[in-house]
């Protein structure tokens, strides 16, 4: 291999490493065949006969230029203003589950935000983290409903989701108190790394 072959490819090893996303793949094979696989618009493949002084920019910016769209796939966008209008959208379209990951900001924190059905309405709700004001403290998070059985539920209307907090006891999960019908707050939205 020449010295400018090495080059190119040890800055293309460090610039996929030091990605932020480091999902796609690196091959390189005994033919000097280097093939990156991920998302299909960061896919490609080049040979060590394809490397010459000339042409090593233009690659080099074709790996920057693939580098953007992975980490542009990854940009956390607004899905919904609020909780409401994101679980309208979700109960139109239960496939976007699968498709995007969400999140949203609560109790000082952007956290992961799952979506599921169960004989009829939609919850949401996010990851747990640590609630209580006093000790002992313990496991919950935060989860809002529409459209299911709740007797609370009956005093929102069609704008609006009944928040609750959950809470991880030695009994099971249990919904506790929370904040009523509220549009709730803003979801985001990102398209998976993995499906």
């Known amino acids: 291999m020449t010295n400018i072959f090495k080059i190119a490819i040890a800055f293309l090893v460090l610039t996929i490493a030091t990605s932020a996303i480091a999902q796609p793949a690196m091959k390189i094979d005994p033919d000097g065949n280097v093939a990156i696989t991920g998302d299909a618009s960061v896919t490609g493949t080049f040979t060590a006969k394809n490397v010459q002084a000339d042409n090593l920019n233009a690659i080099l910016a074709d790996i920057k230029a693939q580098n953007a769209l992975i980490l542009e796939s990854q940009t956390w966008v607004l899905f919904a ?80 989701v009944l928040h609750r907090y959950y809470q991880s006891k030695s009994t099971g999960i249990q919904t506790i108190w929370g904040n009523g019908c509220r549009p709730g707050p803003a979801v985001y939205a990102r398209k998976r790394l993995f499906q």
Request: proline share 5%; with cysteine; aromatic share 8%.
């Open 81 to 160: 203003p609020n909780m409401r209008d994101a679980m309208n959208k979700v109960l139109a379209d239960n496939s976007l589950t699968n498709t995007y990951e969400f999140l949203t900001n609560r109790n000082v924190g952007a956290r992961g935000l799952h979506f599921s059905d169960w004989n009829g309405g939609l919850r949401a709700m996010t990851d747990p983290f640590l609630i209580g004001d006093t000790q002992p403290f313990s496991l919950g998070g935060a989860a809002w409903l529409v459209g299911t059985n709740d007797p609370d539920q009956g005093t929102c209307n069609d704008t609006q």
